[in-house]
């Protein structure tokens, strides 16, 4: 082979600059974003629940009130009756208890790389900055 | 296989003729289907309509409009001079010339008055609407009480919506319906939070108020209006005050020839 000292060092150059990815990120992980909740008491589900399946349960929300106009909501771990409301002022809504959206939603779908478009349409709360 | 002429001939025969009796089969039943769809009209379950008496309605007040585009953050683009900006104007509720919203009820010699009346339009929530047939993705709908609903998150933009309503009840939103502070709808108005508003490239149109029928409300327009032109309730409910006023009133629809059923109706 010929010049398969510059070769070799070559292909260690070119594989450590295609995978500096993957070890450049070695210890600088970024901190799974934990959302902040600012007032007490309980949500519509568990914790846990809502952690797993708040953008299924926002999606039924949003077919059965625009479609079936069936817009109360039987907690199924307490019992209790919500309205179906993503953000509505002054009302019982999502976005009454999360009003901090920055700390509340943002933080983990930034994390998590998904950007839902709730916010072109609905407004968002006024936060106090 | 060994087969001559003389069998594929007789085979084929037999063939053609059950294919025709199948055929002629399908026309009788098809026949059946269409004479039953044109019977009387159907009054079972809920219909939400609206009679809107011209009379009443004083020239160059527009409170149902303003009130109706105020709650449901419907944008006012306007052009760099401030005045309106057509080609992207969106509208609920409006008032139309009597010979543009009844094109083929205006005739000769018609009378001063209804001449030079601007009518309340909007969306006639259709008994048969031809936007609900043509929308591909299922985005506008008709509820089971008769309301012609569109739900905002599946429209596409395509617009074919707008082209089948016969009666441009429908807008779309050529610009972003919001000012860039995300406050206000264009036009400088504050945003509603009770409401969502539209993004760019949605069609938009009347609701009948659905989310204050939804609290026992009536239809804003019909609540704010200072002379009482406009009256709601369910067509089908033979008490209803709906009822009594077209009973004692002769009224008209808007293009009722083409059989979509319009759910608004006018007194002249």
């Given amino acids: 082979m010929y010049d398969a000292g510059k070769i070799i060092a070559g292909l260690v150059i070119f594989v450590g600059i295609v995978t500096y990815p993957i070890w450049g990120s070695i210890g600088s992980s970024v901190n799974v974003p934990v959302p902040v909740v600012k007032t007490s008491g309980t949500c519509v589900e568990s914790a846990e629940y809502m952690r797993a399946n708040h953008m299924q349960m926002l999606n039924e929300w949003r077919d059965e009130v625009v479609r079936d106009n069936n817009r109360v909501y039987v907690s199924q771990q307490y019992g209790k009756e919500f309205e179906k409301s993503l953000s509505s002022a002054g009302k019982a809504s999502c976005m ?10 943002d933080s983990c779908h930034n994390y ?10 609905h407004l968002e709360p006024k936060e106090e900055i | 296989m060994d087969e001559n002429r003389r069998d594929f001939l007789k085979k084929a025969g037999v063939g053609s003729l059950v294919g025709l009796g199948v055929v002629s089969a399908i026309g009788v039943i098809a026949e059946k289907e269409g004479k039953a769809s044109t019977v009387s009209e159907d009054t079972s379950g809920t219909r939400l309509g609206m009679v809107v008496d011209t009379r009443k309605c004083p020239e160059g007040c527009t409170i149902c409009s303003e009130v109706c585009h105020s709650i449901h953050n419907v944008p006012d683009f306007r052009q760099a001079d401030r005045s309106p900006d057509l080609k992207h104007e969106i509208k609920w509720i409006w008032k139309e010339p009597y010979h543009n919203a009844f094109p083929s009820k205006s005739g000769a010699f ?19 609407p031809s936007c609900v047939r043509v929308c591909p993705t299922q985005a506008t709908f008709k ?8 739900d905002f998150h599946r429209c596409i933009g395509c617009r074919f919506c707008m082209a089948a309503c016969p009666y441009g009840s429908r807008s779309f939103n050529w610009q972003d319906p919001r000012e860039e502070s995300g406050k206000q709808v264009k036009g400088g108005k ?33 609540e704010k209006c200072p002379e009482g032109a406009l009256t709601f309730g369910d067509l089908n409910n033979p008490n209803s005050e709906i009822r009594s006023i077209l009973k004692s009133n002769n009224t008209i629809q808007r293009k009722p020839e083409l059989g979509t059923g319009p759910s608004v109706f006018y007194i002249v």
């Fill in chain 1, 96 to 105: 009454s208890c999360h009003s901090n959206k920055a700390e509340f939603c």
């Fill in chain 1, 112 to 121: 998590t790389a998904v950007t839902p478009y709730c916010w072109e349409c």
């Fill in chain 2, 110 to 128: 018609m009378s001063e008055s209804l001449l030079s009346r601007k009518v309340a339009v909007l969306c006639n929530h259709c008994k048969s």
């Fill in chain 2, 143 to 150: 509820r089971s009480d008769g309301i012609v609903l569109m």
């Fill in chain 2, 190 to 222: 504050d945003i509603n939070p009770e409401f969502p508003t539209r993004e760019r490239g949605v069609v938009e149109k009347c609701n009948f108020c659905a989310e204050r029928l939804a609290k026992n409300l009536k239809p804003a327009c019909v």
